[in-house]
Structure formats: structure tokens, C-alpha cells
């Protein structure tokens, strides 16, 4: 069964840390992306952060650039977002999902990072930063 099964998260103060899993199955992780999207009430969908065990690329949204920290133990099949110096706006439904990347290719990185071709989702994390 392909499937994404997230942990972690919960609720932390304004200025603390949260670290969310992403653990993939039944597929072969090095041939996806696999990026981390949030939804905050009554706002749009937004990319997060993505990476690629592939070829190493890794993508921050601007929000979360130098705070947030992606990595991956592909032995695992795993990813990670390490959240840092939250702030209250970080507040949203954490979803990880991930998208073919069979051909790395920066357009197609930066396209799937952004939500497109994106074809397994975890199930969502509610993470709540109090200030």
C-alpha cells in the first residue's frame, strides 16, 4: 500500500521547536519528492519546504527560510521537518505528500514543491503554536 503516515507536531509556545516525521511506504522514496504543505484556517494551501534524496535538492518558502530544516534517513524512508523559533502564523494542518521524480529537473522540483504532481498525501498534523 503506498502510504504516508506523519507524526509528530502538537502545541508549543511562540519561540519553540516542533519536529514532524514523514514516513513513506510502498514506493521507492528515491524516485519522489517529498514536501511538506500547510493549511491554516481560511487560508489557501502553501509549500513549506521539499527535498529530494535523489539529487539533494531541498526548497524553503520564504515564511520559513532559517527556521525550518528538512532532512531525510532514506534508510528509514523517512523526512523530517524540524521547526524552530515558531511563531503563532506558523499555526496551520501540516501535510506531507510527495510527487514522481523519476528525472530530476529543477523546473520539476520547484513544480511539485509548489503542489503540482503530487500524488500520495499523508494524513495531517494539526500544529498549534500559542503565543
Known amino acids: 500500500e503506498v502510504q504516508l503516515v506523519e507524526s509528530g507536531g502538537g502545541l508549543v509556545q511562540a519561540g519553540g521547536s516542533l519536529r514532524l516525521s514523514c514516513a513513506a511506504s510502498?514506493?521507492?522514496?528515491?524516485?519522489?519528492?517529498i514536501g511538506w504543505f500547510r493549511q491554516a484556517p481560511g487560508k489557501e494551501r502553501e509549500g513549506v519546504s521539499c527535498?529530494?534524496?535523489?539529487?539533494?535538492?531541498?526548497y524553503y518558502a520564504g515564511s520559513v527560510k532559517g527556521r525550518f530544516t528538512i532532512s531525510s534517513d532514506n534508510a528509514k524512508n523517512t523526512v523530517y521537518l524540524q521547526m524552530d523559533s515558531l511563531k503563532t502564523e506558523d499555526t496551520a494542518v501540516y501535510y506531507c505528500?510527495?510527487?514522481?521524480?523519476?528525472?530530476?529537473?529543477?523546473?520539476?522540483?520547484?513544480?511539485?514543491?509548489?503542489?503540482?504532481?503530487?500524488?500520495?498525501w499523508g494524513q495531517g498534523t494539526l500544529d498549534t503554536v500559542s503565543s
Open positions: 510502498g514506493f521507492t522514496f528515491d524516485d519522489y519528492v
Open positions: 505528500a510527495a510527487g514522481p521524480y523519476f528525472v530530476p529537473e529543477f523546473n520539476l522540483f520547484r513544480a511539485i514543491c509548489a503542489g503540482n504532481y503530487l500524488e500520495v
Open positions: 527535498s529530494s534524496s535523489s539529487d539533494g535538492s531541498t
